[in-house]
T-cell receptor, first 112, second 113 residues
Framework: QQPVQSPQAVILREGEDAVINCSSSKALYSVHWYRQKHGEAPVFLMILLKGGEQKGHDKISASFNEKKQQSSLYLTASQLSYSGTYFCGTEKGGGSNYKLTFGKGTLLTVNP | ETGVTQSPTHLIKTRGQQVTLRCSSQSGHNTVSWYQQALGQGPQFIFQYYREEENGRGNFPPRFSGLQFPNYSSELNVNALELDDSALYLC????????????FGEGSRLTVL
């Protein structure tokens, strides 16, 4: 079951904040976040595990609400380099279920 | 750079033909997964290989098949190509099949005419 991301697209001015949400109808083992720039491969941002804590580095952080099977990615004081498409990937875990199912993505554009 | 390399980077085939895509995983990684990414969409899971065995498969027909070799490199084979198979094919490796981030290659862009 593909996770649902929202919003589909967001436009920011440099320095503004953004939140991208990811929700699943299934119980999750982990949530991954990746950023993909046009014409490039997806790049890992962070992983949140069931029972784990909120993660973050620099001005990008994320949380995972296990009860709601929802994760949110927080981008603070956005920079031009943050532009790209953000994907969440979810894993159910167990047996052959350690495989990432990606959402459709959120296109983030940061303007000067 | 992630250390995951894919070849070829671009290729054009005609409907009905067969294609083989190759991937070298990052050193120390025993798990490789393949994804299909259509334009404007998220990567869709095709299958995963862990220590040379298929360890999970997405909703793709049997004409999509794969292999993993003892050095953990991998191949994706697609038979009887259809127009809808046109996409970016991404290979990703991870240190172990149950945990850790995915390291993606740059992808192979397949066009089916």
């Amino acid at each position: 079951q593909q996770p649902v991301q929202s919003p589909q697209a967001v436009i920011l001015r440099e320095g503004e904040d953004a939140v991208i949400n990811c929700s699943s109808s299934k119980a999750l083992y982990s949530v991954h976040w990746y950023r993909q720039k046009h014409g490039e491969a997806p790049v890992f941002l962070m992983i949140l595990l069931k029972g784990g804590e909120q993660k973050g580095h620099d001005k990008i952080s994320a949380s995972f609400n296990e009860k709601k099977q929802q994760s949110s990615l927080y981008l603070t004081a956005s920079q031009l380099s943050y532009s790209g498409t953000y994907f969440c990937g979810t894993e159910k875990g167990g047996g052959s279920n350690y495989k990432l199912t990606f959402g459709k993505g959120t296109l983030l554009t940061v303007n000067p | 750079e992630t250390g995951v390399t894919q070849s070829p980077t671009h290729l054009i085939k005609t409907r009905g033909q067969q294609v083989t895509l190759r991937c070298s995983s990052q050193s120390g990684h025993n798990t490789v997964s393949w994804y299909q990414q259509a334009l404007g969409q998220g990567p869709q899971f095709i299958f995963q290989y862990y220590r040379e065995e298929e360890n999970g498969r997405g909703n793709f027909p049997p004409r999509f098949s794969g292999l993993q070799f003892p050095n953990y490199s991998s191949e994706l084979n697609v038979n009887a190509l259809e127009l809808d198979d046109s996409a970016l094919y991404l290979c990703a490796s991870r240190k172990d099949h149950t945990t850790g981030e995915l390291f993606f290659g740059e992808g192979s862009r397949l066009t089916v005419l």
